[in-house]
């Protein structure tokens, strides 16, 4: 049975890499996962094994690439295939300077032939499925006929996923930051793409922060995608098989994901990982909790420590669950 996309987990740079997918997958084995970003100039020319490691347990896991050039793109896909991830998924949605330089990104909402091109390509040399995640719009191309003429052209080539955040992109004058807040949602032009191209799995990205409104979108499009509030507030991942995939849920808490993520790093420890690489991505698992305050400022001022190892860890739990029994 496919992988459902019913709840994935946004790319996202210096985010979203293996370390936090694995904690991610400590709390929801259903959830559909997404590495950050990675060029594809980048996996031709750069250390490839680094940006294609993932870990097994991760599954499933999608390669976020992002190129305007066919045969460029076609020949990283053709690696990410080999390399076992579950799909591989166009940038056409990251509005930042950097990646307008680069020709990719929200900037190719404008040349759907190009996207067109690169899926043809892509879709050439593997059977893994290439999808798109995109915006409404750019700029003053913001109408709902130029995003369905978009997804139209690119559906034709092939693609049939589409992760829609369900905001235009403003290519001047805002940041990322800005641009994931400030262009107006409009959820119902994600809506009525998914009625026009019913045969399309239409995912819905943006401005989601709770279950009950994942919940109210499933009602209309195939899956919804969130991003920051996944990361800062990790908890609700311990529902997520339960009531969104009709699936038991990892039967443990947030302490038992702590223990389990310690084993993890101790293991890349010896293999040469600092410990704030991965323990960065615990810094936010408690938040709400009592203690979370106590728990998060004895990571920050001891995990960036050389030699830091898992007893830091062990140590903020412990503070944690002090202030915790104080309360009770």
């Known amino acids: 049975m496919p992988a459902s996309h019913r709840f994935c987990i946004a790319p996202m740079m210096e985010w979203t890499d293996r370390h936090y997918r694995y904690l991610a997958r ?48 076609a020949q990283a896909a053709e690696w990410g295939a080999e390399a076992g991830f579950d799909e591989i998924n166009i940038n056409i949605g990251c509005p930042s300077d950097r990646v307008q330089a680069g020709g990719f990104g929200a900037y190719l909402m404008r040349e759907p032939t190009r996207v067109a091109d690169c899926v043809r390509a892509m879709k050439a040399v593997t059977e893994t499925p290439i999808t798109v995640k995109c915006r409404l719009g750019v700029d003053d191309d ?122 993890y790093m101790e293991g890349n420890l010896e293999q040469g990982v600092p410990l704030n690489a991965m323990a960065k991505h615990l810094l936010s698992l408690f938040q709400g909790v009592p203690g ?7 990571l920050s001022e001891h995990i960036h420590q050389v030699g830091a190892n898992v007893a830091v860890i062990e140590q903020a739990l412990t503070l944690l669950q002090e202030d915790t029994a104080d309360i009770d």
Not at 28 to 45: D, G, K, N, P, R
Request: glycine share 6%; with cysteine.
């Open 292 to 298: 979370a305050k106590l728990w998060r400022r004895h």
């Open 142 to 263: 913001d109408s709902y006929a130029f995003f369905r003429d978009f997804v139209a052209e690119v559906a034709e080539a092939g693609c049939e996923l589409f992760v829609v955040h369900a905001r235009k992109a403003l290519l001047k004058g805002l940041s990322p930051r800005q641009n994931r807040e400030i262009p107006e949602l409009q959820y119902d032009k994600v809506y009525r793409i998914k009625q026009e191209f019913p045969s399309l799995e239409i995912i819905l990205n943006g401005g989601v922060k709770s279950i009950p409104e994942m919940q109210q979108h499933l009602s209309q499009v195939d899956g919804v995608m969130i991003g920051r509030e996944a990361y800062k507030h990790p908890q609700f991942l311990l529902d997520i098989d339960q009531v969104l995939f009709d699936q038991p849920g990892p039967d443990r808490n947030l302490t038992d994901v702590v223990r389990l993520y310690c084993r």
């Open 26 to 73: 400590l709390m929801s084995q259903h959830t559909f996962l997404y590495t950050e970003m990675v060029t594809s100039l980048a996996l031709i020319h750069g250390d490839r094994s680094r940006f294609l490691t993932y870990n097994q347990e991760e599954h499933p896991v999608a390669l976020q690439l992002g190129g305007n050039q066919a045969k460029q793109m």
